[in-house]
């Protein structure tokens, strides 16, 4: 058994676990449908990821990253791009009192795609773009469909 398929059966439990416990859920009588729907389609989908998961790593034997080097060195190259990200989530949760949730999110992606990805000028377009366009509608679906209040920042306090 490899660490894939130990996190995959974790995920599953995990799964299964939270599953049940959405039956405990509160029926509320102001819904149409019950509390514990959005939870277990979640789960649901949680659950079919996860069996995927497993499937693969029954598959394909040993994870990627069982071959690295030993100690530090090995370990950062192997994880070097999740720690990237890592690291642009925390500055993104740091700047967003300061940028706000649209530019920070805007920022947030387009660095993380240039991070991992090419650098050339029409890529950093194409990145550019791809940040405007998914912040933008993930910022205007929250805003004006669903009357969420997102973070506004001190940048753009009192536009």
């Known amino acids: 058994m490899n660490r894939d398929t130990g996190v995959a059966i974790f ?7 939270f599953f049940a416990a959405t039956f405990d859920i509160r029926e509320t009588s102001y819904g149409t449908p019950g509390a514990g729907v ?3 389609i979640i789960l649901f989908a949680l659950t079919l990821l996860g069996a995927g998961y497993l499937a693969q790593s029954l598959k394909r034997g040993r994870a990627a990253g069982d071959e690295a080097g030993r100690g530090l060195k090995g370990w950062l190259a192997t994880y070097r791009n999740a720690l990237c990200c890592y690291f642009l989530f925390a500055v993104f949760l740091l700047t ?3 940028f706000g949730m649209f530019l920070g999110g805007v920022l947030f992606v387009f660095c993380t795609l240039t991070a991992l990805g090419r650098r050339d000028g029409r890529t950093l377009l194409v ?8 912040v933008g509608i993930m910022w205007g679906v ?4 669903l009357n969420v209040i997102l973070p506004q920042g001190e940048l753009f306090y009192g536009w």
């Open 127 to 134: 990145h550019g773009a791809i940040a405007l366009g998914a």
């Open 96 to 98: 967003m009192p300061y």
């Open 38 to 40: 959005w939870p277990r």
């Open 142 to 145: 929250f805003t004006y469909g």
């Open 11 to 17: 995920l599953l439990l995990f799964c299964g676990v």
